[in-house]
């Protein structure tokens, strides 16, 4: 299994421009979500999806967006980059089981820079 | 305030240690507790939840304080692999699991 495949590993994007973060999973997880990761702060989640065809916001959403038209896929737009959204961007997958969740696994990540 | 708190450190220790990392949380609704591992530009990945019994695996022990709001991580026999950044993590439950990071503390192990 290769589990949460990101893509692009790194990317560079000017000002304005929009882009797609790629995330597949093939673990038939039914929560993906999506968090940013910055110098001196913890993780922070931008999207979540609790199933196919369901996506809600996180805590730091602008500016991005989501969609979940497969199981499989969680793909996040930046819509008109801009330098504060230069970051690490983690993919994430988990599985409920009974009230608990579980088997929270990151991909390994894409680093964008916006100039 | 921050949802979680950490020592940022880093805690440098010499080979065959023993080291102590403390995080607070202010949400007394957390529901699971973690510690991750993240090694340099990498991905976090578990090393272990935290149980309010108190867990160990191995070298690494975990105890949990729901009155204080407080978890603990005891790395005793440092390695060298150890050298990482060990992230305290909470969840809320919204209606999703949303995990609370807290920024880290770096761990330097010497030889």
């Known amino acids: 299994n290769a589990g949460v495949t990101q893509t692009p590993k790194f990317q560079v994007l000017k000002t304005g421009q929009s882009m797609t973060l790629q995330c597949a999973q093939d673990m038939n997880h039914e929560y993906m979500s999506w968090y940013r990761q910055d110098p001196g702060m913890g993780l922070r989640l931008i999207h979540y999806?609790?199933?196919?065809?369901?996506?809600d916001q996180g805590e730091v959403p602008n500016g991005y967006n989501v969609s979940r038209s497969t199981t499989e896929d969680f793909p996040l737009r930046l819509l008109s980059a801009a330098p504060s959204q230069t970051s690490v961007y983690f993919c994430?997958?988990?599985?409920?089981?009974?009230?608990?969740?579980?088997?929270?696994?990151f991909g390994s990540g894409t680093r964008l820079t916006v100039v | 305030r921050k949802e979680v708190e950490q020592d940022p450190g880093p805690f440098n220790v010499p080979e065959g240690a023993t080291v102590a990392f403390n995080c607070t949380y202010s949400?007394?609704?957390?529901?699971?507790f973690f510690w991750y591992r993240q090694d340099c530009r990498k991905e976090p990945k578990l090393l272990m939840s935290?149980?309010?019994s108190g867990n160990e695996d191995g070298r690494f022990t975990a105890q949990l304080n729901r009155a204080s709001q407080y978890i603990s991580l005891l790395i005793r026999d440092s390695k060298l692999s150890d050298s990482a950044t060990y992230l305290c993590v909470v969840t809320v439950n919204t209606g999703f699991q949303k995990l609370v990071f807290g920024t880290g503390t770096r761990l330097l192990v010497s030889p």
């Open positions: 994430a997958s988990s599985y409920t089981q009974g009230a608990g969740f579980y088997g929270y696994t």
């Open positions: 949400n007394s609704a957390s529901q699971s």
């Open positions: 935290v149980y309010s």
């Open positions: 999806s609790v199933g196919a065809g369901i996506t």
